[in-house]
C-alpha cells in the first residue's frame, strides 16, 4: 500500500493527466495504454487493468484474448515527450482468471529467471551492463511491394555526402567509412543530439555514464550504469524509446538495425553480466584473468548453447549481416582477456567487484527480457553442469590460419538456422519452466513469419547479381 500511496501521491504533485501503462510485446517492442487519471485509485492500482491481448503478435488468440496489466508501482517515470502530464508505469502481463504471470510476457519470464537462479542456491543478484548502439539518420525512404523493393538511407555524415549541394553549404567534416570511432566536432555531427538523449533518460531515471560516436559514419553509443536484469531490460526499453523520440525531435530518425548500411560496421548491443551472492561477486577469482571456476562454466554454458541463444539475442534477418567477419564482429565462440574480437569477452578490472563476463555477438533488436533471461539460463546450466569453455584465444581471430579457424565455432549465420537451433536446444530453458515449450514454439512461429518473408521476397541485388544472366 506504500508504493500505491506514492504513486497516488506523485500524481497529485505533478497535476499528472493521464497514467500511461507499458508492456513488452514478444519481439521486444514498448507497447502502451492511457488511462485518464480519473481511472487512477488505490483500488485500479492494486488490482490491475482488463486489455485486449489478441492483437499483440505472438501472444492470445480471439477467443481468449483478456488480459491484465499489473503496473508494477516500484518503476515509473513521467514522460517527457507527452503534451499532457503523463505518468508511465512498466506493467507485468497476468493469466486474469488466476491472476498468475502469463507464460509468454517477456518481462514475467526474465522474473522468473530470476527466482530460478535464487532457487537452486547459485546466486541471489544478477548483474547485466549492455551497450546499444544505433544510427541517425536525417532521411529514410523505403518500399516494398510485389513489384518494387528498396531502401535508402541518408546522413549528413556520410562520406558519399562531400560533394552534394547543401543551402547552407557543404563544410565538409565528417567521419570516413570506419573513421567515426571518435574525432571531435564538427567532423562528430551527433555530440548535441547525444548529450539532450543521456540528459532525457537521467531525467527518466536511467542511470548514464556517457556518450559516444561510434566506428560507422551516423553510428553512436550511449553509456548506461549496468543493474540488476529487470532493471536493466526496462532501462533497454527506455534507452531506445528515448533515442528515437529524441532524434525525432530534432528532425531526424534512429534505428537499432544492426546493419542499417552496406560495407561499414553494424550496431551491436554487447552484454556484460555477472552473478552475485550475500554481496558477493561470484565471477572472481584466481583462474584465468582472476576469473572463478564459477565464471568459466557460466562462460562454457554461453558457448555451448549460443547458437539457440542468437534467437533470442540476435532475432532479426538484418542481425546476420552484422555477424560476419572483417567488422569487428564477434562470430567465433571462444574467450579471451580484452580480446575484442572473441565473443566472449573478459573486461580488465582491478577490482573483484567488476568480474564480469561480456557477450558480444547480441545486438539491440533483441527483446531485452528474453535475451538476458535466456543467457542467464544458458550460464547457469554452464554452472549446474560444470561447462568448461577450453583454453581461451588471445591470439586476434580474424587473423587465425585456416586450419587453426575451422576448430573454433561459431555463431549462427542466419535467423533460420538460430530458430532451428532453439528448436533442438532448449531443455536448459524448459526443464526449470522459466520458458516454456508453449513460449518457445510461438515464438519460433512468429520470429519465423520474418524468416519466410525475408527469404519469399526478391532481393535488390539479386537483379544487380542475376537480371541479364
Given at each position: 500500500?506504500?508504493?500505491?500511496?506514492?504513486?497516488?501521491?506523485?500524481?497529485?504533485?505533478?497535476?499528472?493527466?493521464?497514467?500511461?501503462?507499458?508492456?513488452?510485446?514478444?519481439?521486444?517492442?514498448?507497447?502502451?495504454?492511457?488511462?485518464?487519471?480519473?481511472?487512477?485509485?488505490?483500488?485500479?492500482?492494486?488490482?490491475?487493468?482488463?486489455?485486449?491481448?489478441?492483437?499483440?503478435?505472438?501472444?492470445?488468440?480471439?477467443?481468449?484474448?483478456?488480459?491484465?496489466?499489473?503496473?508494477?508501482?516500484?518503476?515509473?517515470?513521467?514522460?517527457?515527450?507527452?503534451?499532457?502530464?503523463?505518468?508511465?508505469?512498466?506493467?507485468?502481463?497476468?493469466?486474469?482468471?488466476?491472476?498468475?504471470?502469463?507464460?509468454?510476457?517477456?518481462?514475467?519470464?526474465?522474473?522468473?529467471?530470476?527466482?530460478?537462479?535464487?532457487?537452486?542456491?547459485?546466486?541471489?543478484?544478477?548483474?547485466?551492463?549492455?551497450?546499444?548502439?544505433?544510427?541517425?539518420?536525417?532521411?529514410?525512404?523505403?518500399?516494398?511491394?510485389?513489384?518494387?523493393?528498396?531502401?535508402?538511407?541518408?546522413?549528413?555524415?556520410?562520406?558519399?555526402?562531400?560533394?552534394?549541394?547543401?543551402?547552407?553549404?557543404?563544410?565538409?567534416?565528417?567521419?570516413?567509412?570506419?573513421?567515426?570511432?571518435?574525432?571531435?566536432?564538427?567532423?562528430?555531427?551527433?555530440?548535441?543530439?547525444?548529450?539532450?538523449?543521456?540528459?532525457?533518460?537521467?531525467?527518466?531515471?536511467?542511470?548514464?555514464?556517457?556518450?559516444?560516436?561510434?566506428?560507422?559514419?551516423?553510428?553512436?553509443?550511449?553509456?548506461?550504469?549496468?543493474?540488476?536484469?529487470?532493471?536493466?531490460?526496462?532501462?533497454?526499453?527506455?534507452?531506445?524509446?528515448?533515442?528515437?523520440?529524441?532524434?525525432?525531435?530534432?528532425?531526424?530518425?534512429?534505428?537499432?538495425?544492426?546493419?542499417?548500411?552496406?560495407?561499414?560496421?553494424?550496431?551491436?548491443?554487447?552484454?556484460?553480466?555477472?552473478?552475485?551472492?550475500?554481496?558477493?561477486?561470484?565471477?572472481?577469482?584466481?583462474?584465468?584473468?582472476?576469473?572463478?571456476?564459477?565464471?568459466?562454466?557460466?562462460?562454457?554454458?554461453?558457448?555451448k548453447h549460443a547458437k539457440a541463444l542468437n534467437a533470442f539475442t540476435n532475432p532479426s534477418t538484418n542481425?546476420?549481416?552484422?555477424?560476419?567477419?572483417?567488422?569487428?564482429?564477434?562470430?567465433?565462440?571462444?574467450?579471451?582477456?580484452?580480446?575484442?574480437?572473441?565473443?566472449?569477452?573478459?573486461?580488465?578490472?582491478?577490482?573483484?567487484?567488476?568480474?564480469?563476463?561480456?557477450?558480444?555477438?547480441?545486438?539491440?533488436?533483441?527483446?531485452?527480457?528474453?535475451?538476458?533471461?535466456?543467457?542467464?539460463?544458458?550460464?547457469?546450466?554452464?554452472?549446474?553442469?560444470?561447462?568448461?569453455?577450453?583454453?581461451?584465444?588471445?591470439?586476434?581471430?580474424?587473423?587465425?590460419?585456416?586450419?587453426?579457424?575451422?576448430?573454433?565455432?561459431?555463431?549462427?549465420?542466419?535467423?533460420?538456422?538460430?530458430?532451428?537451433?532453439?528448436?533442438?536446444?532448449?531443455?536448459?530453458?524448459?526443464?526449470?519452466?522459466?520458458?516454456?515449450?508453449?513460449?518457445?514454439?510461438?515464438?519460433?512461429?512468429?520470429?519465423?513469419?520474418?524468416?519466410?518473408?525475408?527469404?519469399?521476397?526478391?532481393?535488390?541485388?539479386?537483379?544487380?547479381?542475376?537480371?541479364?544472366?
Amino acid at each position: 500500500m506504500s508504493e500505491i500511496k506514492n504513486v497516488l501521491k506523485l500524481i497529485k504533485e505533478n497535476d499528472i493527466t493521464y497514467v500511461d501503462l507499458r508492456f513488452t510485446d514478444p519481439r521486444g517492442k514498448m507497447q502502451h495504454v492511457s488511462q485518464h487519471v480519473s481511472t487512477i485509485t488505490e483500488d485500479s492500482l492494486n488490482e490491475g487493468f482488463m486489455f485486449d491481448g489478441s492483437s499483440i503478435a505472438g501472444w492470445k488468440a480471439i477467443n481468449e484474448s483478456d488480459m491484465l496489466m499489473k503496473p508494477d508501482l516500484s518503476r515509473t517515470f513521467i514522460d517527457p515527450f507527452f503534451a499532457q502530464p503523463s505518468l508511465a508505469i512498466f506493467c507485468d502481463i497476468l493469466e486474469p482468471s488466476t491472476s498468475t504471470p502469463y507464460e509468454r510476457d517477456p518481462r514475467s519470464t526474465a522474473k522468473t529467471a530470476l527466482d530460478y537462479m535464487k532457487s537452486i542456491g547459485i546466486g541471489d543478484t544478477a548483474y547485466f551492463g549492455p551497450e546499444p548502439e544505433f544510427f541517425v539518420f536525417d532521411d529514410v525512404k523505403m518500399e516494398v511491394s510485389n513489384t518494387v523493393s528498396y531502401a535508402e538511407v541518408d546522413s549528413i555524415e556520410n562520406p558519399g555526402n562531400s560533394s552534394r549541394d547543401y543551402e547552407t553549404g557543404n563544410m565538409g567534416h565528417r567521419p570516413g567509412v570506419k573513421g567515426g570511432y571518435f574525432p571531435v566536432p564538427p567532423v562528430d555531427s551527433g555530440q548535441d543530439i547525444r548529450s539532450e538523449m543521456v540528459s532525457v533518460l537521467s531525467d527518466m531515471n536511467v542511470p548514464m555514464e556517457k556518450h559516444h560516436h561510434e566506428v560507422a559514419p551516423a553510428q553512436h553509443e550511449l553509456g548506461m550504469q549496468f543493474g540488476t536484469l529487470i532493471e536493466t531490460a526496462d532501462n533497454v526499453q527506455l534507452y531506445k524509446y528515448a533515442v528515437q523520440m529524441v532524434s525525432h525531435s530534432y528532425g531526424k530518425t534512429s534505428t537499432f538495425m544492426p546493419k542499417p548500411v552496406a560495407g561499414d560496421n553494424g550496431s551491436g548491443m554487447h552484454t556484460h553480466q555477472s552473478i552475485w551472492k550475500s554481496g558477493k561477486p561470484l565471477f572472481a577469482g584466481n583462474g584465468y584473468s582472476d576469473l572463478s571456476d564459477t565464471a568459466l562454466y557460466y562462460i562454457g554454458g554461453i558457448i555451448k548453447h549460443a547458437k539457440a541463444l542468437n534467437a533470442f539475442t540476435n532475432p532479426s534477418t538484418n542481425s546476420y549481416k552484422r555477424l560476419v567477419p572483417g567488422f569487428e564482429a564477434p562470430v567465433l565462440l571462444a574467450y579471451s582477456s580484452r580480446n575484442r574480437s572473441a565473443s566472449c569477452r573478459i573486461p580488465f578490472s582491478q577490482s573483484p567487484n567488476g568480474k564480469r563476463v561480456e557477450i558480444r555477438f547480441p545486438d539491440a533488436m533483441a527483446n531485452p527480457y528474453l535475451a538476458f533471461a535466456a543467457m542467464l539460463m544458458a550460464g547457469l546450466d554452464g554452472i549446474q553442469n560444470k561447462i568448461h569453455p577450453g583454453d581461451p584465444m588471445d591470439k586476434d581471430l580474424y587473423d587465425l590460419p585456416i586450419e587453426e579457424l575451422s576448430n573454433v565455432p561459431t555463431v549462427c549465420g542466419s535467423l533460420r538456422e538460430a530458430l532451428e537451433s532453439l528448436q533442438t536446444d532448449n531443455d536448459f530453458l524448459t526443464s526449470s519452466s522459466v520458458f516454456t515449450n508453449d513460449q518457445i514454439n510461438a515464438y519460433i512461429d512468429l520470429k519465423m513469419d520474418e524468416v519466410i518473408n525475408f527469404e519469399h521476397s526478391p532481393h535488390p541485388i539479386e537483379y544487380q547479381m542475376y537480371f541479364s544472366s
